[in-house]
């Protein structure tokens, strides 16, 4: 398995203002995810973070709204930009392809709470 | 993209009584699927994967191609079961979890 970590935990934020979540891992990935999950939703995958290359975007998700960053392959991390108060929601960070897992599941992280006033 | 559907977003029993949460998928081949649960104020986490044919907490699901199902089930629920689960296809360029059954289970 992996620990995953999510820093913050939780933001209050003013609109216009960004925010920016780091997800650390234990040990090297070859997927992370970045997904949204808004009160008494499902999750929705926001993009693929790849290593050294641009993260692969979700329909109705962009990178001037969600510059994503992974420099190596145990760290990502999400920025939510010029926010409103429609973006409050848990932002959470997966890994999938670990090298020592047979299958395929995802590990997931504690998650950002993010409320914008 | 490999997708599944969970048609009941809401889903209450009784302590005790049987409970089979639903999921289809749609698409062909040799699915690989799981299930994955979040308790409250906990992460998301794995709770079987069809592949292993385990049993967890009680649960088990079969994958049933003739019907393209991989219902989670469990004999008797109980108080701790109540939680958000979610099925999901493997990790991949596209993956789409299941908009996920929130379980209540009644004392």
């Not at chain 1, 010029?82 to 973006?87: A, F, G, I």
């Not at chain 1, 670990?98 to 395929?104: E, F």
């Given at each position: 398995s992996a620990v995953i970590s999510q820093k913050p935990s939780r933001d209050i934020c003013q609109r216009g203002t960004s925010l920016t979540i780091q997800c650390q891992v234990d040990s090297q990935v070859t997927m992370m995810f970045w997904y949204r999950q808004q009160p008494g939703q499902s999750l929705t995958l926001i993009a693929t973070a790849n290593q050294g290359s641009e993260a692969t975007y979700e329909s109705g998700f962009v990178i001037d709204k969600f510059p994503i960053s992974r420099p190596n392959l145990t760290f990502s991390t999400l920025t939510v930009s010029?926010?409103?108060?429609?973006?409050s929601s848990i932002y959470l960070c997966s890994v999938g392809g670990?090298?020592?897992?047979?299958?395929?599941e995802q590990f997931f992280g504690p998650g950002t709470r993010l409320t914008v006033l | 993209a490999q997708r599944v559907t969970q048609p009941e977003k809401l889903l209450s029993v009784f302590k005790g009584a049987p409970v089979e949460l639903k999921c289809n998928y749609s698409y062909s081949g040799s699915p690989e699927l799981f299930w994955y649960v979040q308790y409250s104020r906990q992460r998301l986490q794995l709770l079987l994967r069809h592949i292993s044919r385990e049993s967890i907490k009680g649960f088990t699901a079969d994958l049933n191609k003739g019907e393209t199902s991989f219902h989670l089930k469990k004999p008797f629920a109980q108080e701790e079961d109540s939680a958000m689960y979610y099925c999901a296809p493997p990790t991949g360029n596209q993956f789409y979890f299941g908009t996920g059954t929130s379980l209540t289970v009644i004392p």
């Open positions: 010029n926010m409103s108060p429609e973006d670990l090298a020592l897992i047979a299958g395929n | -």
